[in-house]
């Protein structure tokens, strides 16, 4: 059984696990602003009651995706790559450096559509705003990320070390592979503009950065599974289950030795990659989870922790149920993706939960609001994905505001549905943001 008590003794001893954690909720936060204006953009009823938010569509989908996925999950991995250097040496100033940097970058991103300029490219995983603010903001978030990965990479976990902390270490050697393919992609993208630049140029990085946060999902569910007694399994085979998703993402250095980075050949070789290999250490660890906490109920007293785990569960598998009825380039993609990001989101937001009495704050696990917040966020969001794939069914198109695919009814009542689950979700994200500045501001010894 993999022991966490390093990890527990590595939040108390160094401030920047903390310092992380805040500048993922205000990322966080910050994206809760923009998917007010996505919900309302997306739901017919809504729409007709204030027409002028559909102009507002496109920019506020670039920010909010790359606040509450980029920044939100890599902020969160940078929390736990900091646990490895708690014992040991970094190289002066680079901590201070990244976190200022990214601080920095993801300001900049979120204020870029003050400028005016609003030429929006939906490019998948990294989409971007034509202006100078938000190219400043995302080369700061970038080079941020960087400087941890020179600060931390050199810190190798030890033969014995627990299983998580390979994992960890494993989601920085992903990243770091993540940004090598954005080089080698920039490298060969001469005489290409627009759309197909940035497609081209984030395609094969931005699907290995899916890896990285599926090892943080990972660590989440084990953080969450040992605070609630449910067994995880020993430490070889959770050793075995981060290493997995390792050697499934390095496997994507061998489409740049071999195909133009242009070439449709390399995005479906990152396509069959993420399909076949993405979800396989996590449906592994799901059932054995879902499996022991049937054979051993649950008694200990965090229902916040409870709730996370829980929900983060059901979103994976219903996202993943999601997916296999995707037929085309419809709002059935994103149904399948919320579904898979929102699990990683729940479970990201449990193990914050439980960080916060390690790191000096209070333990919020049973306050009210906590308890019922992955309840909210999690069953708005399912019911946000099951509008989306419903409508999808009808022709509804992804990254199109106001489409209605064949105007029916039926189409209407999904989208109202998608509407309604978006709102709820909102409220849902909003609370979480509401505890863990309560939880901020009470310090209980000295955080």
């Known amino acids: 059984m993999d022991s966490l008590a390093w990890m527990h003794r590595a939040v108390s001893l160094t401030p920047w696990p903390r310092r992380w954690l805040k500048l993922a909720v205000f990322a966080l936060a910050l994206s809760g602003i923009f998917s007010i204006i996505l919900v309302i953009s997306r739901t017919p009823q809504l729409v007709a009651m204030a027409p002028w938010v559909g102009n507002l569509f496109s920019v506020s989908l670039v920010i909010h995706v790359d606040l509450s996925v980029l920044i939100w999950f890599l902020a969160m991995s940078a929390s736990l790559w900091t646990l490895l250097a708690a014992e040991r040496k970094v190289i002066p100033y680079f901590e201070a450096a990244s976190w200022w940097t990214m601080l920095i970058g993801m300001v900049l991103m979120a204020l870029s559509p003050l400028s005016g300029e609003w030429s929006v490219i939906k490019s998948n995983y990294v989409p971007v705003i034509e202006n100078q603010v938000f190219f400043i903001g995302l080369a700061l978030a970038f080079a941020s990320l960087l400087i ?186 994103p149904a399948h993706y919320h579904g898979s990001i929102v699990a990683v989101t729940l479970a990201l937001m449990g193990m914050a939960y439980r960080f916060l009495p390690w790191m000096g704050y209070a333990e919020v696990a049973h306050w009210r609001l906590a308890k019922w917040q992955p309840y909210l966020y999690g069953f708005g969001q399912l019911l946000h994905i099951t509008g989306l794939a419903a409508s999808g069914g009808y022709g509804v198109l992804r990254k199109a505001v106001g489409d209605t695919g064949d105007g029916s009814w039926q189409v209407k009542m999904w989208l109202g549905l998608m509407g309604g689950g978006g709102f709820l979700a909102i409220i849902g994200g909003l609370l979480f943001v509401i505890v863990m500045v309560k939880a901020f501001r009470r310090p209980v010894s000295g955080g």
């Open 148 to 333: 941890a990965l020179v600060a931390y990479l050199p810190l190798l976990p030890s033969n014995q070390a627990p299983a998580t902390q390979w994992g960890i270490y494993s989601s920085m050697v992903i990243t770091a592979g993540a940004f090598a393919a954005f080089a080698a992609s920039h490298a060969g993208l001469d005489g290409i503009t627009g759309h197909g630049f940035y497609e081209n140029l984030f395609w094969g990085g931005g699907h290995l950065l899916q890896f990285t946060y599926m090892q943080a999902l990972l660590i989440g569910w084990c953080v969450l599974a040992r605070a609630l007694q449910i067994p995880l399994p020993s430490r070889p085979w959770l050793q075995a289950l981060f290493f997995i998703g390792l050697l499934v993402a390095m496997t994507g250095i061998y489409p740049y030795l071999v195909y133009p980075v242009a070439s449709q050949e390399l995005m479906d070789f990152f396509t069959a990659q993420m399909t076949v290999g993405l979800g396989i250490a996590s449906i592994v660890l799901a059932l054995w989870l879902s499996i022991q906490w049937l054979r051993h109920p649950v008694v200990i007293g965090l229902p916040a922790l409870k709730g996370a785990l829980r929900m983060s569960l059901l979103l994976f598998a219903v996202g993943g149920i999601f997916g296999l009825a995707i037929n085309g380039p419809n709002v059935r993609i």
